[in-house]
DNA sequence: GTCAGTTTCATACGGCCGTAAGACTGCCCT
DNA sequence: AGGGCAGTCTTACGGCCGTATGAAACTGAC
């Protein structure tokens, strides 16, 4: 349950052009959204040509999808592993702190301060309410990731009945989703700005304890 | 604690058009967001011409603001006037779950399946996130409304430090903003189709338990 | 040195956008 | 009767958008 930062490298040097649009495009998604970026402020953040954008990914829209699928495979991975890992520790049946921290950890990890990844999380979050039609399908159907997390949940507390624990997860995700600046700036300001946004671990262990509260009861 | 609805007429006869306009535009903005409904959209489903709603609100940013404006402070004054009844009831200083009542029950009133406030919340939810920048300012700078929630918390958990209670009313408010038809949706094929979504009176009870939970541990 | 393949470049096209301008309509007041 | 006026209509303007096109530049193999 710590938040040391693992390794992450990934080599990804094939195309110079396709990585900086890429990096870009992400960028600018996630700190104005969508539609009120268009393929000339990418391009032009990048320092790349115009056409680069459709020569490298088709359209605005499947650039949009490629940055999604990318960042949500990385993250479905990193939550994968560390469940995998609490399996390990509990002998196939993790309590349910553990699990949700192996849902908390890695959005936490790449909300730190210094992390690069911060954007990528602030992307995430926003491609999950304004992205396309075909991301809101994806988020809507391909439930397979989460069906990790209600079954070790379901498993942790077999007493509950399964619906409880559906409705219990879907608000422990609200809390998770609502990470985003502006909310955070808001309640900080309510808190003059008395809520230290910079210690995660701290942040992390404050969640598991609303989140375990709220399940356990 | 009750989830009946109450008295809320307002006449609002002045200029048909307008009204039409206003309606319009809310339902397409909540369904489709901002950026993705053009003014010609929202006069053709009203059914009025395209310079309304330049006449009438002054411009598409305008008309946004106008809607988000009376539909933010008709909730506030809800939840207001929920909080004042509960400090009534409990000579100034009522428990964590009647507070929170008092923040959850509003929104959950519109979003009854029935009602057709529902679409109004949508478009709280939607603004909240893709808003102009006028509107994320006032959601930034303007929180008296929920100082009066925090205060409340904190009179009744006052052994809990002030910072405590602002990180913990962020998570009860990420738990009620995540309340989206997409998301329900999402969960609601994980539990496939088990979750009930009509019950809003089943809902706050569950919503509380959880809330309560995290906050009095 | 040539050529095929890949990538970058400048430019343009059609389309939709928000907004403005000005003519027109109906109604009330004197 | 007639003038004023709030509201509605048609129409158009300038602008930015996503995408397509074809030429130019580059790369490596032979």
Redesign the interface.
């Known amino acids: 349950m710590s938040l040391e930062v693992e390794g992450a490298d990934e080599a990804q040097t094939e195309a110079v052009t396709k990585n900086l649009v890429f990096m870009a495009a992400e960028r600018l998604f996630a700190l104005h ?1 969508f ?2 970026v268009s393929v000339r402020d990418i391009t032009a953040e990048a320092g790349v040509n115009l056409a680069s954008v459709n020569y490298h990914f088709g359209s605005k829209d499947a650039l949009l999808f490629e940055i999604f699928r990318r960042r949500t495979t990385e993250l479905n991975r990193e939550r994968a592993r560390l469940l995998h890992e609490a399996n390990d520790r509990h002998g196939g049946k993790p309590p349910v702190r553990e699990i949700l921290a192996a849902l908390f950890i890695p959005p936490l990890r790449w909300m730190a301060p210094e992390n690069d990844r911060r954007i990528s999380l602030q992307f995430l979050i ?1 491609a999950r ?2 992205g396309t039609e075909e991301i ?1 399908t994806i ?3 391909d ?1 397979t990731h ?2 990790r997390f ?1 079954d070790a949940l379901t498993a942790a507390r077999p007493d509950l009945p ?3 624990v ?6 422990v ?8 600046f ?10 003059e700005g ?3 946004e910079g210690d995660t671990a701290a942040l992390l262990e ?2 598991l ?3 375990e ?2 399940f ?2």
Chains 1, 2 share one sequence.
């Open positions: 959204g539609q009120n926003r309410s304004e809101r988020l809507r159907t439930v989460l069906r209600s399964d619906v409880e559906y409705w219990r997860l879907h608000f995700l609200g809390m998770l989703h609502n990470n985003r502006s909310e955070f700036d808001r309640m900080n300001a309510l808190a008395r809520m230290g404050r969640m304890d609303f989140a509260a709220g356990i009861r």
